[in-house]
């Protein structure tokens, strides 16, 4: 759930490998689609590889992909160094929209209430981003909150299960 509205973000495919596994999610909002792969290594990190819009074809890779998530301890951090490359359909051309470098902590471990329940997160933190997240152990992100042009925008978990 978001300050504007709802979304759904379904795990559609896993594919493991000897490297960790692929994953690949579509992410459901009322007037936009998108498809988004990311990757676990074999020490944990959630990597982002690449977004999809399916409204229009054009695709984001993340060169080299970024850790959207390192292993989430107290006092653990990571620092993230990439380009964003858009792509558009049918086109050989890739446009470096932006070079992002920045460093994310994760503060301390709290609890958190949210639509769909009360969680013991890891607060974790970027000073380049300007946002907050709150990661659940079994779970995942639980809640984000982050400011867009001067208004706090927040994401909280409505609801979750796991097959």
Known sequence: MSTGGT????????????????IKSIAIEPDYHSVSWHRFDNEGRLYRVKT???????FYTFEPPYIATGIV????SWRNHFKSVRH????DKAEV???VDYEVNVQKNERVKVPAGEFD?????????????????GV??????VIVEGE?????LVEYHIE
């Open 52 to 58: 999809t819009n399916s409204n229009d074809g054009v």
């Open 7 to 22: 979304f759904t973000r379904e795990v559609v495919e896993v594919q493991n490998g000897p490297d960790g596994s692929l």
């Open 152 to 156: 706090l925008v927040t994401y909280e």
């Open 88 to 91: 558009e359909p049918g086109s």
């Open 121 to 137: 997160a890891f607060l974790i933190t970027s000073e380049l981003m300007k946002d907050r997240e709150w990661v659940a152990e």
């Open 140 to 145: 995942g992100m639980v809640k984000y909150e």
């Open 73 to 76: 301890k107290e006092g653990n």
């Open 97 to 99: 929209l932006k070079e």
